[in-house]
């Protein structure tokens, strides 16, 4: 089955760190770009930023440029989505899909969400 | 940057009737870099529409697109109570910003 699987929901306290997860299976992982989504509760979703795995360098939204961290290990064919240290609008849900880059672009295939909760 | 305006905000309908959503670009834009999609309450978006006017796998003919300019748009033939929830459009170039989105009711 062609499918996107995301870690599970965290709850972390402002100032830590935290990285989610995303593998892509039934598909060639490397073929792809991968884009990860904050969709805060009742908003629309924003693009945070997109990574090729075979070249591993990501590219951020302005909004997001500096406040995350895009990387991907092709050997598991996983990608991530990293914070040094969180704060309490961090939280929404955050999901990960395959993005086909280029003509007739799209995101065609989504994870299930990582719900990420920050509170003291 | 391209920004999207959707509109309506809400689109309130019957059942059976016809829905059309507005999507427009602040510039021009290759058509093909256009994408619409469905989420539903508690659900991840789904993928309705790419290249402007191609329905992707296993959507219903009910649901179509087109481009006319700046001016994209998302038709729902006949609404089904199963269409009730919230469509964005993307422009999905090097910065694949969605658009605020239309919720669609049922009245």
């Known amino acids: 089955e062609v499918q996107m699987m995301q870690s599970g929901a965290e709850v972390k306290k402002p100032g830590e760190s935290l990285k989610i997860s995303c593998q892509g299976s039934?598909?060639?992982?490397?073929?792809?770009?991968v884009a990860w989504v904050r969709q805060i509760p009742g908003k629309g979703p924003e693009w945070m930023g997109i990574?090729?795995?075979?070249?591993?360098?990501?590219r951020y939204s302005p909004s997001f440029e500096g406040q995350v961290t895009i990387s991907v290990d092709t050997s598991v064919s996983t990608a991530f989505l990293e914070w040094s240290s969180l704060k309490a609008s961090d939280t929404a849900m955050y999901y990960c899909?395959?993005?086909?880059?280029?003509?007739?672009?799209?995101?065609?295939?989504w994870g299930q969400g990582t719900l990420v909760t920050v509170s003291s | 940057e391209v920004v999207l305006t959707q509109s309506p905000g809400i689109l309130s309908l019957s059942p059976g009737e016809r829905a059309a959503l507005s999507c427009r670009a602040s510039?021009?834009?290759?058509?093909?870099?256009l994408a619409w999609y469905q989420q539903k309450p508690g659900q991840a978006p789904r993928l309705l529409i790419y290249?402007?006017?191609t329905r992707a796998t296993g959507v219903p003919d009910r649901f179509s697109g087109t481009a006319s300019g700046t001016d994209f748009t998302l038709t729902i033939s006949r609404l089904e109570p199963e269409d009730v929830a919230v469509y964005y459009c993307?422009?999905?170039?090097?910065?694949?910003?969605f658009g605020p989105g239309t919720k669609v009711e049922i009245k």
């Open positions: 899909a395959r993005f086909v880059l280029g003509y007739n672009g799209r995101f065609d295939l």
């Open positions: 990574i090729y795995p075979p070249e591993s360098n990501a």
């Open positions: 510039q021009t834009f290759t058509t093909t870099y």
């Open positions: 290249g402007a006017s």
């Open positions: 039934g598909y060639s992982f490397e073929t792809y770009w």
């Open positions: 993307q422009q999905t170039g090097s910065s694949p910003a």
